[in-house]
């Protein structure tokens, strides 16, 4: 039997990965993989997570079962920061997913179920999972226009033209914040009418959002996402807690409904837990159980939300001082685009082979597509980045 199966095609990011683990050399950069690394190079346990940690292994009496969408807490403590008051709880379904990712297949599997024949439309570029997943998943896709590799900002009449483009029973799919993988998000307008265009074709958004916290700030993150709910009559949100709680391997994440009313969300709800059940049955619990320690409690919350406003003005200072070298070093603002990105990416703009040469000349490490994780600098790492983007001719 398993001689019938195929090579599948390698995941870029992850096969990135292994060829910077690979890489005996001293000095090497790794701006590929989306995890935050602090200045010593270190993904550090969070302090409320630590802490939190230490309670629950005290308090905690039972692995037993938690429910087949999670534990309810968790799904009403993440969906509150995800969308505060912006829609009314009886519109709300929601189940815990082992990470976004989880929660973006699981979503993925629901517009199939309720509406076989749509095309799920992407940004280009976005990332390289989405497309993965919603092939996988059997599902039409499209895209739309999303970055202008000129100016690399959003190309906002491009993507609303294609835009046009959806049919009802269509789903589009949205970053919520800090792009994945260009760093160029939408203004608070922009969204606005986007979501305008979303109801008139009759569309359902899926916003994917992994990164709150990370742009301008937790409220600020989430404002696109909340009017977007406040707009429209349906919606599905795919919250992940790995990067703002720095809990990759705790595969902590929600897939959160939102339909036009009560009965609609009761539905909606059972269809989130037969498909938790058909896949994995019950989510993971650790991490969702750490976020809901912190969230539900003041002292917690307010040190994790410290520490990860140090980890958002610390990638902000990067972009900072990377655009301030290459000025420095070109004469031009022609990079002050990484001060204006937001997140922890920025494409950079620098062709397949100007990334080959950044690995094979200056052990500098970013996705193909010039896709750089800001967070992987310091202070020290980012004159050489300048300078090797200048001696590449980027
Ligand atoms: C990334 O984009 O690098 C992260 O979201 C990690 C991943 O799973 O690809």
Redesign the pocket.
């Known amino acids: 039997m398993f001689t019938n199966l195929k090579e599948q095609p390698k995941?870029k990011?992850?096969a990135l990965m292994s060829q910077y683990r690979e890489d005996p050399r001293e000095g090497k950069i790794d701006l590929?993989?989306?995890?935050y690394k602090n200045p010593q190079g270190v993904t550090p346990v969070m302090r409320a997570v630590k802490a939190a940690e230490k309670v629950l292994w005290e308090l905690e009496s039972t692995k037993s079962y938690t429910g087949l969408a999670g534990d309810p807490a968790f799904g009403h403590a993440l969906s509150d920061l995800v969308l505060a008051d912006s829609v009314p709880a009886d519109r709300l379904s929601m189940a815990a997913q082992p990470g976004g990712?989880g929660a973006i297949h699981q979503a993925v599997e629901l517009i199939k179920m309720a509406s076989p024949d749509a095309t799920i439309w992407l940004s280009a570029p976005t990332?390289p999972?989405h497309p993965s997943i919603i092939k996988h998943l059997g599902v039409n896709m499209t895209e739309y226009r999303y970055f202008d590799n000129e100016s690399r900002a959003v190309d906002f009449d491009g993507m609303m033209e294609d835009l046009k483009g959806v049919k009802a029973g269509d789903a589009v799919l949205l970053h919520g914040c800090c792009h994945?993988?260009t760093g160029a998000n939408l203004t608070l307008p922009q969204w606005k009418e986007v979501a305008a265009l979303i109801v008139e074709k009759g569309a359902t958004p899926l916003i994917d959002i992994?990164y709150q916290g990370f742009g301008d700030g937790l409220e600020e993150d989430a404002a696109g996402v909340r009017l977007i709910a406040q707009t429209v009559p349906e919606a599905l949100i795919a919250a992940s807690c790995s990067k703002n709680f720095g809990i990759y391997r705790e595969r902590t994440g929600l897939l959160v409904g939102i339909s036009d009313n009560a009965q609609q969300a009761g539905i909606t709800q059972q269809n989130l837990t037969h498909l938790n059940r058909q896949n994995f049955s019950f989510p993971p619990d650790h991490g969702a159980r750490l976020v809901t320690m912190i969230l539900e409690d003041e002292g917690l919350k307010a040190d994790w939300m410290a520490e990860l406003e140090e980890v958002r003005t610390g990638m902000l200072k990067l972009r900072e001082q990377l655009a301030g070298e290459l000025r420095a070093r070109t004469g031009s603002d022609r990079f002050g685009f990484i001060a204006d990105h937001r997140g922890m990416f920025s494409r950079l703009g620098a062709t397949p082979e100007q990334v080959e040469a950044l690995r094979v000349d200056h052990g500098i490490y970013m996705v193909g597509d010039s896709r750089m994780?800001i967070a992987g600098l310091n202070e020290e790492t980012v004159p050489i980045l300048a300078e090797a983007i200048v001696k590449v001719g980027v």
């Open positions: 995941d990011i992850m590929g993989v989306g995890v990712t990332w999972n994945n993988p992994a994780n």
